[in-house]
């Protein structure tokens, strides 16, 4: 598959809103409560939050396009560095989502290849991202890609509190 990935602009806010809450509701759903994912949901992914995240200039959007259909996006967020990685120069990769539709498809795999050379481009020593412990899918796709493990960290979703792995590979 050849798709084209394209940097977000902010005229895109609305539909990364729309692709955000879709995309997590696909991935989290089954394996939450309704109440938790409607608050997670109500919190994180409205218009008025991605409005102000695909603006702000320490966050860089992806979005990966089969013809006119949009099969998955990434979330670049320079701005931040886990304490435990030490005084480095890193690149996170805040969310990397493919439409579920498209899973299976490489649409992850040329969305991480377009995360890595930015990173390159902006002299990065490191990638890095959490990841919830539960996700294996995730986490086999990022150990393929030389991602390991290096630390953990909560993460609230509705009102479950839950666990993320830190993991971390080089640029």
Same mark, same amino acid.
């Given at each position: =598959?050849?798709? #084209?990935?394209?940097?977000?602009?902010v005229d895109d806010a609305v539909?990364?809103?729309?692709i955000s809450h879709q995309t997590?509701?696909?991935?989290?759903?089954?394996?939450?409560? *309704?109440?938790? =994912?409607? +608050?997670?949901?109500?919190?994180?992914?409205?218009?008025? +939050?991605?409005?102000?995240?695909?603006?702000?200039?320490?966050?860089?959007?992806?979005?990966?396009?089969?013809? +006119?259909?949009?099969?998955?996006?990434?979330?670049?967020?320079?701005?931040?560095?886990?304490?435990?990685?030490?005084?480095?120069?890193?690149?996170?990769?805040?969310?990397?989502?493919?439409?579920?539709?498209?899973?299976?498809?490489? #649409?992850?795999?040329? @969305?991480?290849?377009?995360?890595?050379?930015?990173? &390159?481009?902006?002299? +990065? &020593?490191? @990638?890095?991202?959490?990841?919830?412990? *539960?996700?294996?899918?995730?986490?086999?796709?990022?150990?393929?890609?030389?991602?390991?493990?290096?630390?953990?960290?909560?993460?609230? @979703?509705?009102?479950?509190?839950?666990?993320?792995?830190? =993991?971390?590979?080089? #640029?």
């Amino acid at each position: =598959m050849t798709l #084209v990935i394209r940097e977000a602009t902010v005229d895109d806010a609305v539909l990364i809103a729309n692709i955000s809450h879709q995309t997590f509701h696909d991935t989290f759903a089954a394996y939450n409560t *309704k109440e938790d =994912m409607d +608050k997670f949901l109500g919190q994180q992914f409205t218009k008025g +939050k991605l409005i102000l995240e695909v603006g702000a200039k320490q966050n860089i959007f992806l979005l990966a396009y089969d013809g +006119k259909a949009v099969a998955g996006y990434a979330k670049i967020r320079d701005d931040r560095v886990p304490v435990t990685m030490g005084n480095v120069s890193a690149l996170e990769i805040a969310r990397l989502y493919a439409m579920t539709s498209q899973i299976g498809k490489g #649409v992850g795999s040329q @969305l991480m290849q377009s995360c890595l050379k930015i990173a &390159e481009q902006k002299q +990065k &020593e490191w @990638l890095w991202l959490g990841v919830w412990e *539960k996700n294996q899918r995730a986490i086999d796709f990022y150990t393929k890609w030389g991602f390991e493990k290096f630390d953990e960290t909560d993460f609230l @979703l509705g009102d479950d509190m839950q666990r993320d792995w830190l =993991m971390k590979r080089k #640029v």
